[in-house]
């Protein structure tokens, strides 16, 4: 069976400080691997998604994240967090077909 | 632009009458999903579509219930809808197995 943790339910940042959200996964094989962005009322957004090749994958609105296969973690990162980030952020994994399996999710609220 | 459209974006009805709600996209994708979401919590698939093949999550109650007509559209009924449906539904879609799924913004539903 496939999971997903996020481990921060939580997190605040400052305005132009760096971004870190944790995500870790268990599957059998190489997973597929997903980050999804949900402002309030809104649907889920695709941010950036992990397939295979290059562990280091780019996104949109700056975010980056990086497959670490020892580790089973697909952290999120952005180097300098806008206001305008503040949102719900949600880790996830597919695999044994197209179900797709969210992590309970990281609010992101941002200081200005 | 293509698009995932859900409708409507809000709907209240009673307790025990039934409800629909309806999706429809313009991206031709193969696969159409109805989740539930829940305040502070991560999507719920309930179901989804490979083309007509319809597939059932196992801890999906009875009272929900799916059609698609043709590739565009998909139907979520809820057949005599109770306080605990009250929910965001979240209507996506993907092209393929394992690949990335696109969200509409979905329908808040409220039981009174």
């Known amino acids: 069976a496939q999971s997903v943790t996020q481990p921060d339910i939580h997190i605040t940042v400052s305005e132009g400080a760096s971004l870190e959200l944790r995500c870790n996964y268990s599957y059998g094989a190489t997973p597929y691997l997903f980050w999804y962005v949900q402002s309030p009322g809104q649907g889920l957004q695709l941010l950036l998604k992990y397939f295979s090749g290059d562990t280091l994958v780019q996104g949109i609105k700056g975010f980056e994240a990086e497959f670490k296969r020892s580790q089973s973690s697909f952290n999120l990162r952005k180097p300098s967090v806008h206001w305008s980030d503040a949102a719900e952020y949600f880790c996830?994994?597919?695999?044994?077909?197209?179900?797709?399996?969210f992590g309970t999710g990281t609010q992101l609220k941002v200081e200005l | 632009d293509a698009m995932v459209i859900q409708n409507p974006r809000y709907q209240v009805t009673q307790f025990g009458k039934p409800v629909t709600l309806s999706c429809s996209q313009t991206?031709?994708?193969?696969?159409m999903y109805w989740y539930q979401q829940k305040s502070s919590q991560a999507p719920k698939l309930l179901f989804h579509y490979y083309d007509k093949d319809f597939n059932n999550e196992a801890d999906t109650p009875d009272n929900f219930q799916s059609r698609r007509p043709n590739t565009s559209f998909c139907f979520l009924d809820i057949r005599s809808p109770g306080l605990g449906d009250a929910a965001m539904y979240l209507c996506?879609?993907?092209?393929?197995?394992?690949?990335?799924?696109?969200f509409g913004d979905g329908t808040r539903l409220s039981i009174l």
């Open positions: 996830a994994v597919a695999g044994g077909g197209n179900k797709l399996t």
């Open positions: 991206l031709n994708h193969n696969v």
């Open positions: 996506a879609t993907s092209r393929d197995v394992g690949q990335p799924q696109h």
